[in-house]
């Protein structure tokens, strides 16, 4: 089978790698741009920079000019599974076992973890401890809103990409990526690793005391989460529509031509469009697959966020995330108060305690801060990308806005000079794009990866069906129980099949699908673990969610009745259609 355009070698020192986690935000296989303008370099020195902050690591601990945290194999992302493990041996109070819970769910055919010579390092570990200490003692984390000064300052000055020519749109765009995405990653990637520090202690604690189940009651609705910010801002949007008639028989005629029915709204109209632009304006960066800029977002697609919407508008009162929200947060509080009363005759652990749960919250939203500046910078190129890519089918010299996707860095000044000489290759590489996204990757590998010919066609594989009576065992997600109707949902484009109160079962759960928790009852994903970004939202949300069910999308029926119990991260099928 022949290759994809760009991809990595193996690590001899680290040669683990998994799909887990990565998988959710790099679902498809990795465009030759995204790989030759970011990932090759700045993505591995960000992380390498990042692991050597925290004192997990020494810079020479890696080979230079090898990617080793993070690489492409058979076209897609995988994450360096023996780092992290590492990691986790190095750092007091953590183990390899504890970051594969954390960070990359319940999965199957994970080899456990074997010491080699050189993980441990009392150097480092010493190190570590005083980051560590550094995260428990910490009141506030200035790194995370400095950045996103930074990045809105970008926004802000957004120049007329209408105005400049396509050379000066790559300069552009390129020029944002050199200048400050290592920055923004690094800093990405350093909050993400030390987020489950205070997590940890306090699911030690709570184990401690008899109540396991409050461990994620006491990161539950913590506010100022950036990631849940979108989700609040479309439900105001959704209660205009729902409280307006012209405004709903537009929705009700479907998302195709909804702006322009909306316009013809009259007054409401008018006032849903302001409103809507004040939106896009501030998150139109979130959508699927948001880290390649080659896809579309709710800025360059409205229609992605307008599917959210619509949903959202048909659900009741009820489900308001804000009420939510407050629920949530007054039952952490509560959960809080109770443990730190058990611990107040030993005062070293409810120090312990109420220090972790303060970080637990400082960390939590300041992981999804950082990766939302990184994510808005990714956005102010794809907005000049795709200004090129328009005018280039539009002048009939490209197949596609996404057609700069599959040019590597190195190539598009010539492209740009003469797109005919890339067209051919370029159409080239979609098929084989197709291709390897029709494949099902391995999930995890050790050394080299099995090769893509051996690969069994995506959805082919066999799984067990369900019975009444299973229960499906993943992660606690976001607490509370739920029972209702399953629906399938493939496409967060497409929820047309779920209404108010039914219970979520998505692939994965990236920015693009989080919107959807909030009308849904409950939400049960494939992959997925405690700490990932959308279980970090349903907590922030209320949604009861349990990820890391393995096949849950191709096992459970459309329709069945399920239980999703988000404390215990199981799944009971109470009733097949």
């Known amino acids: 089978m022949e290759p994809w355009v760009v991809g990595s070698g193996p690590s001899k020192r680290y040669p683990l790698w998994t799909r887990a986690n990565v998988g959710e935000v790099f679902p498809d296989p990795v465009a030759p741009l995204t790989f030759s303008l970011l990932m090759r370099d700045q993505v591995e020195a960000a992380w390498r920079d990042a692991l050597v902050r925290m004192g997990a690591f020494s810079h020479d601990e890696f080979v230079p000019d090898e990617m080793e945290t993070l690489g492409v194999f058979g076209s897609y992302c995988y994450l360096n599974a023996a780092v992290t493990r590492i990691l986790g041996e190095r750092a007091p109070g953590l183990s390899a076992q504890a970051m594969d819970d954390l960070f990359f769910g319940a999965q199957p055919g994970i080899p456990p973890y074997e010491p080699a010579p050189g993980d441990q390092n009392e150097e480092l570990t010493a190190a570590i401890g ?177 599917a959210a919407i619509d949903r959202m508008r048909l659900a009741g009162p009820e489900a308001a995330p804000e009420a939510r929200g407050a629920q949530m947060a007054a039952e952490r509080e509560r959960a809080v108060a109770e443990i730190s009363e058990i611990l107040a005759g030993d005062p070293a652990t409810q120090g312990m305690f109420n220090a972790a749960a303060r970080a637990a919250v400082l960390f939590q939203a300041g992981r999804e801060r950082t990766k939302t500046n990184a994510i808005k910078l990714i956005h102010e190129g794809r907005m000049a990308l795709h200004t090129i890519g328009r005018r280039l089918v539009a002048d009939g010299q490209a197949d596609d806005v996404s057609d700069f996707g599959f040019v590597l860095a190195s190539e598009m000044d ?124 349903s907590r922030e949300l209320g949604i009861p969610c349990v990820p890391s069910v393995t096949n849950a999308t191709r096992r459970i029926p459309d329709g069945a009745t399920v239980l999703v119990n988000g404390d215990a991260g199981t799944v009971t099928i109470i009733a097949l259609p």
């Open 130 to 306: 005083a980051t560590f200490q550094w995260v428990m003692t910490t009141e506030r984390l200035d790194i995370p809103a400095a950045s996103a000064a930074l990045v809105d300052d970008v926004r802000a000055k957004r120049p007329n990409l209408d105005a400049m020519s396509n050379t000066e749109l790559w300069a552009y765009a390129r020029e944002l990526m050199q200048t400050h995405f290592r920055q923004l990653f690094s800093e990405h990637i350093y909050i993400t690793f030390l987020s489950p520090i205070p997590v940890g202690a306090l699911a030690q604690i709570c184990a401690a005391v008899g109540r396991p189940d409050d461990a994620m009651r006491v990161i539950s609705g913590v506010g100022d989460v950036e990631s849940a910010a979108p989700s609040l801002a479309m439900w105001r949007l959704g209660r205009r529509v729902a409280a307006d008639a012209a405004l709903t028989e537009a929705f009700n005629a479907g998302t195709r031509g909804l702006l322009d029915r909306v316009a013809a709204a009259g007054p409401a109209g008018t006032a849903f469009l302001t409103e809507f632009s004040g939106f896009l304006y501030k998150y139109g960066a979130r959508g699927p697959n948001e880290w390649e800029a080659r896809n579309h977002t709710w800025e360059t697609r409205p229609e992605l966020a307008l």
């Open 414 to 537: 010539g492209w740009l000079a003469d797109p005919a000489s890339l067209r051919d290759e370029i159409r080239r590489r979609r098929e084989l794009f197709q291709v390897y996204a029709s494949l099902q990757e391995p999930f995890v590998f050790a050394g080299e990866q099995p090769a893509p010919s051996t690969w069994a066609h995506r959805g082919e594989a066999e799984v067990l069906p369900v019975a009444e009576g299973d229960v499906l065992t993943g992660f606690p997600g976001c607490p509370g129980h739920v029972k209702g109707i399953a629906r399938i949902v493939l496409d967060p484009l497409d929820p047309t099949a779920l209404d108010p109160g039914d219970i979520l079962v998505a692939p994965i759960t990236d920015p693009s699908w989080t919107p959807l928790f909030v009308a849904a009852g409950g939400v049960i994903v494939d992959v997925g673990a405690a700490q990932s970004h959308a279980m970090i939202v």
